[in-house]
């Protein structure tokens, strides 16, 4: 009877000696997997880093590049699109003394559109950038250009995300048209804004401004 009691003691030893080191082992193997786990989270905070300032360089670049753009909506697509062309009309459509320097000038990159729908936007650079920024300045004063049996608009030519983003104060910009006392404007290149009672505040999202309206400005 004591032998059997032995070898079982014996057999019961050996098992827990054997489930003891297979738990030291799990334990060292969830260690190293939690190091390693740690390290890629890191790594990947620092790529998230990397591939965020790489996006806000090539947003700035693309910006750069078009700070000499213009668009003009509203232009026939039956109407020659030609750097000559576009400089007339520009120089027709403000009253300017010369027409504009332009580099190049072409219609929006997209299949020409169907009977009935409105033509693609032109995209125009011009050579100088106080030309580009003559003619936005009088565009902004003109809005909407009736000649030659068309109406023409000129906006600038924003990044896609800058449009975005610049957009996205549509509604705040809207509830802000007619209120006394309040003057506004968008910063290039996507911040609002607000000029009341003398005190200047600038917003960097919607959601900011729509607070400050709220609190601050009284709706007519």
């Known amino acids: 009877m004591e032998s059997e009691i032995r070898e079982y003691r014996e057999s019961v030893t050996s098992e827990l000696t054997s489930l003891a080191a297979t738990v ?3 334990e060292e193997s969830l260690s190293a997997c939690t190091e390693d786990v740690t390290l890629l989270q890191n790594d990947v905070h620092r790529l998230n880093a990397i591939v965020e300032n790489l996006q ?3 947003e700035d670049l693309e910006a750069r590049s078009r700070r000499n753009n213009i668009r003009l909506v509203g232009v026939p697509e039956d109407k020659i699109c ?9 120089q027709q459509a403000f009253s300017l003394k010369e027409a504009p320097r332009l580099d190049r000038a072409h219609r929006a990159l997209f299949p ?3 009977r009935g729908k ?5 995209v125009a650079r ?3 950038f106080q030309d580009c920024a003559n003619i936005l300045c009088l565009a902004r004063e003109k809005q909407r250009i009736k000649m030659d049996g068309m109406a023409i608009s000129v906006f600038p030519d924003y990044t896609a995300k800058t449009a975005k983003d610049r957009a996205a104060f549509n509604d705040v910009r809207r509830q802000l048209r007619g209120v006394e006392g309040v003057r506004f404007g968008i910063l290039f290149p996507d911040r609002l804004r607000i000029t009341y009672k003398g005190e200047e505040k600038t917003f960097s ?4 401004a729509q607070k400050y309206i709220t609190q601050n400005i009284k709706q007519r």
């Open 24 to 26: 030291r082992g799990m």
């Open 56 to 58: 806000n360089k090539c």
């Open 82 to 90: 030609s750097t000559a062309s576009i400089a007339a009309l520009l």
């Open 112 to 114: 020409a559109p169907g």
């Open 118 to 122: 409105p033509p693609r936007v032109i």
């Open 126 to 128: 011009c050579h100088y």
């Open 205 to 208: 999202s919607p959601e900011e």
